[in-house]
Each structure stands twice: as C-alpha cells, then as structure tokens.
C-alpha cells in the first residue's frame, strides 16, 4: 500500500487562506468517508484536526476545514496564523487488509 | 482525561526483537469497539501506520511489516505490547501509540496521541 501523495510544501500569509491535497485511490480515499488530518509540530505528537473528512474534534478552530472529491480530499485552513505553521499529515482508512495509510506529509509554512 | 506513554528500549542492534509498551490512563480497552495503534516516524519523514488492536482482540497490521510484528494487550494494566522481530536500521523511528475511540460520531481516527519514544537500530 502506497502513501498518500500530499504536496511537500505549502505557505501562506497571515489571514489568507491555504489547501492541502492528499491523493489517493479508490481503494482508500476514494473509496471511504474516513480521511482524518493531524498537526505535528516539530519534535511533538500529532494532534487530530479533522475526521471523517470535514468533521472537526471540540477545540479545533472552525478555520480548520475538510472536503473530498473522488480520490482526493483537503484540509483548507482559513485565517492563516502563525501558530498554524507546523506539518500536516492526512490519513485514510484503506479497508480491512491495509487498513490505515498515512500521507506524505506537508510543510505548511506562514510567511 | 486520556492519557498514553510509550516506553522501551532506545538503542537496538539488528536482528534484535523490539518490545515496547504503551501504557495508558483515562479509557478502557475493554469498552467495546475502543482500540490503540501504533505509528511510527523516521527522523525527518512521514508517519507509517504499524499497527492497531481492539477490545475484542482484533488485532491488524501493517502488510509490509505483518511477518515481524505481535501486538498485544493487557487489559488489567491498561497496557499495549508491540514486538518487532529481527530489527534492521530502517526501523530506526519514534513510536507513537495512540487512542481510537468508536462512538457514535467516529471510528475511524486516531484521537489522542502518546508523546512517542525514539529507537535507534545500529550495530
């Protein structure tokens, strides 16, 4: 099973708005309503920010939001703040044998 | 208030068996559909998703590490054991363990996170 494709890097400037993709296939992404995205901060533990693809956890801010079209679902984050800078990863259930896979990852940067 | 801590060894040389424990604090794992999992990070990459048990003892792993890796739970300690057989340097990683809750609203995410534990393998 193969990860997720996530664009390495993305950045943005304070208040303005950024997407971050994560493609994958029918067997996974495509195939299930159950794409979550996590935040790492450097040398910390992932913190979940949306489930099920757009459903966000109590706490996470409502600039946080998710969507899925086919293979490929998105993490928007609107607002941009500097303390959103940090790594994103997505994660989709791929079905009873592979189970979960991760994305590759992305650096969001705040200009 | 859900906690989760990994511990284990630090250092590792290949072909050794790598046992690491997760012990946690606010759930239970013998609540029905509850589970803890285990990801992994390289220093510098992406997660890897290892491995994954259940209250009812359904347990899953990763295809690509299936042959090497037993996950384990002892509900009476509120502990999880992963054990890897035969390490090499590529499993130099930190470990997370990790809470997935089943309600109503969700199975299928990995909710709180363990502050993960690095492991060398090195000759």
């Known amino acids: 099973q193969s990860a997720l494709t996530q664009p390495r890097s993305v950045s943005g400037s304070p208040g303005q708005s950024v997407a971050i993709s994560c493609t994958g296939t029918?067997?996974?992404?495509?195939?299930?309503?159950?794409v979550s995205w996590y935040q790492q901060y450097p040398g910390k533990a992932p913190k979940l920010m949306i489930f099920d693809v757009s459903k966000r956890p109590s706490g996470v801010p409502d600039r946080f939001s998710g969507s899925k079209s086919g293979n490929t679902a998105s993490l928007t984050i609107s607002g941009l703040q500097a303390e959103d800078e940090a790594d994103y990863y997505c994660?989709?259930?791929?079905?009873?044998?592979?189970?979960?896979?991760f994305g590759t990852g992305t650096r969001l940067t705040v200009l | 208030q859900i906690t989760l801590k990994e511990s284990g060894p630090t250092l590792m040389k290949p072909t050794q068996t790598l046992t690491l424990t997760c012990t946690f604090s606010g759930f239970s794992l013998s609540t029905s559909g509850v589970g803890v999992g285990w990801i992994r990070q390289p220093p510098g990459k992406a997660l890897e998703w290892v491995a994954l048990i259940y209250a009812n003892d359904d347990k899953r792993y990763s295809p690509s590490l299936k042959t090497r890796l037993t996950i384990t739970k002892d509900t009476s300690k509120n502990q999880v054991v992963l054990t890897m057989t035969n390490v090499d340097p590529v499993d130099t990683a930190t470990y997370f363990c990790?809470?997935?809750?089943?309600?109503?609203?969700?199975?299928?995410?990995?909710?709180?996170w363990g502050q993960g534990t690095m492991v060398t393998v090195s000759s």
């Open positions: 029918s067997s996974d992404v495509g195939g299930y309503n159950y």
């Open positions: 990790a809470h997935r809750p089943c309600t109503s609203i969700s199975c299928y995410s990995f909710t709180t």
């Open positions: 994660c989709s259930y791929a079905g009873s044998y592979t189970y979960d896979v």
